[in-house]
């Protein structure tokens, strides 16, 4: 059962633009994740909050911000997309704790930059 | 094997057949996730497996973890032919909230 929604599915843009995706999850978790993977089905981590707090920032260009207004949502915003920036984006949520291991994933948002 | 840059491994099989996935991973952790994505989706946890335990079962899949050569391993008995996806790898970044994923594995399971 999907309890980390995404929107949109897909978006397509030109070089550019602004985009801004949506995540919500209904778990009750505390920590929300950004993850962007390439069309090699690499995963990288980009970003991570916990309790509407920044804990992980990757190297990622200034160009994508996070976004959060409570514990249960992440938005992402890039601010000028590049062709490079194609990809599909993860968000995921986990509960809060030592043992409190598994990530819960949405099903991404496609990206196409033409 | 997978793990960081290395590209997406591909294995090809006929349902039935068992299979097993290796990933090696770079810095100590105490768990190692395995997960499935299918697709269209998001990845799903299959199996977690902890450094006081060498192999843990959950129906057609184990898993093992050896933290001396910091090595884990997937199997699938009697593959089906909805086994077909990637299977990642997970470890524990760096500071706990980090979760780190291997480079993955495409499995392609023909009926």
């Known amino acids: 059962e999907t309890a980390v929604f995404q929107t949109p599915n897909y978006h397509v843009t030109q070089v550019g633009n602004e985009v801004s995706f949506n995540c919500k999850q209904t778990?009750?978790?505390?920590?929300m994740y950004w993850y962007k993977q390439d069309s090699k089905k690499l995963l990288k981590i980009m970003f991570s909050?916990?309790?509407?707090?920044?804990?992980v920032n990757e190297t990622v260009p200034r160009r994508f911000s996070p976004q959060s207004s409570d514990k249960a949502h992440l938005n992402l915003r890039i601010k000028s997309v590049e062709p490079e920036d194609s990809a599909v984006y993860l968000c995921?949520?986990?509960?809060?704790?030592?043992?409190?291991?598994?990530?819960?994933f949405g099903s991404g948002t496609r990206l196409t930059v033409l | 094997s997978q793990w960081g840059e290395e590209n997406l491994q591909a294995l090809s099989i006929q349902e039935g057949e068992d299979v097993t996935m290796n990933c090696s991973y770079k810095?100590?952790?105490?768990?190692v996730q395995w997960y499935r994505q299918k697709s269209g989706k998001g990845p799903a946890q299959l199996i977690l497996?902890?450094?006081?335990?060498r192999e843990k079962r959950s129906g057609r899949l184990r898993a093992t973890l050896d933290t001396s050569s910091q090595s884990s391993s997937l199997s699938i008995t009697g593959t089906l032919a909805t086994d077909t996806a990637v299977y990642f790898c997970?470890?524990?970044?760096?500071?706990?909230?980090?979760?780190?994923f291997g480079s993955g594995t495409r499995l392609l399971v023909s009926p």
């Open positions: 995921a949520s986990r509960h809060r704790g030592v043992s409190a291991e598994t990530l819960y």
């Open positions: 778990l009750g978790h505390d920590t």
């Open positions: 909050y916990n309790n509407k707090q920044l804990i």
């Open positions: 810095t100590y952790t105490t768990v």
């Open positions: 497996i902890r450094s006081n335990e």
């Open positions: 997970a470890t524990r970044g760096t500071g706990g909230y980090k979760v780190v």
